[in-house]
């Protein structure tokens, strides 16, 4: 009989002062942490053996089916909540996380959501969408940006004429530092989780255009950990390492920091994105499917899938050896797969 071996725990390091510089920061409670952390080893099985990867479960925090930015919203909200708001609007795209999310976020703290997605109406309501008039929001389509933007501010002058409060997300200045606080934090959650394993981490991955990214780099700074943090990229559109570097540096200075990180230690891998930024791709594809089929745990096309198939490349490649533990953060995203029902159909067995 197989007699399941007990890790030994390794003692992790005092967090207490960097804990103490994020309880400073005004917090809104929306999710349970930490969120849990599991063992892939079937999936570093099927990848060739190698390093254990564990994968951070960032998908289950708790509201509106999950995500990174709830952990984002925390502060962002809170910051909001300061102007005594009844009511958010904010303009995001026709299929985001993010509006899910602060939808959810907005229910759990008694706000109305109004929500001006760039896009046309579909035909076929489906993903966040979907999620977004269940979860109650009042929803608006914006042909543009241009026209988004004067449509936020038509909306919020239509809520203060009706003798309501409004909030326009998109002017809170948070957004950036909120989530990479968010992602200091989480580091030290995977930290001392993996610590009770009796192991440490050696290298991240994660679906990144910088924000979440810039908090990882400032606790490789901060913890005395030594790990590395590799971002891979969804999108195209802008340049990670200068903006990951400008955020982390802009976070530092909103902690009380002493630090300069610079855009040279930046590792963002941006050759994962495939035909674009919201297209799904094959290797993304594959990547969700051996996830799934692996351990059972879903992905989706357009953001973890991509940086899992960095993951999934990186290992083929042999870059990781057995002393390695790798950790992949799964930022959730996963209503796009209804969204994308299509890329699976073609997976149904006869
Ligand atoms: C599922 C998912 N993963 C990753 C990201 C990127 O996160 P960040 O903006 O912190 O770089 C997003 C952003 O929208 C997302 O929805």
Known sequence: MNVPVKPTPLTPPDFTAIRE??????????????????????????????PRVFIKRDDLTSIGLGGNKLRNLEFRLARSMAENPDTVIVGLDL??????????????????????????????????????????????????????RRMLDDLADKVRAEGGRPHILNDNPMFDVASAIAYLETTLEVIEQLAAEGVSPTVFYMSSSGKGQAGIVLAQHLTGVKFAMHGVTATDEFHVPSRTAAIANETAQALGLDLTISEDEIVNFADFVGPGYGKPSDAGNEAVRLFARTEGVILDPIYTGKAAAGLVAHMREGRFGPDDVVVFVHTGGVPANFTWNELWLDDRRP
């Open 21 to 50: 510089a994020i309880a400073r920061v005004p917090r809104v409670k929306l999710i349970e942490r930490p969120t849990p952390i599991t063992e892939a080893p079937n999936l570093a099985k099927a990848l060739g053996g190698g």
């Open 95 to 148: 299929q985001s996380n993010s509006a899910r999310q602060t939808t959810a976020a907005c229910n759990k703290l008694g706000l109305r959501t109004i929500l001006v997605l760039e896009g046309n109406r579909p035909n076929i309501v489906q993903g966040n969408l979907l999620m977004d008039y269940l979860l109650g929001a009042e929803v608006h389509f914006a042909p543009s940006r241009g026209e988004q």
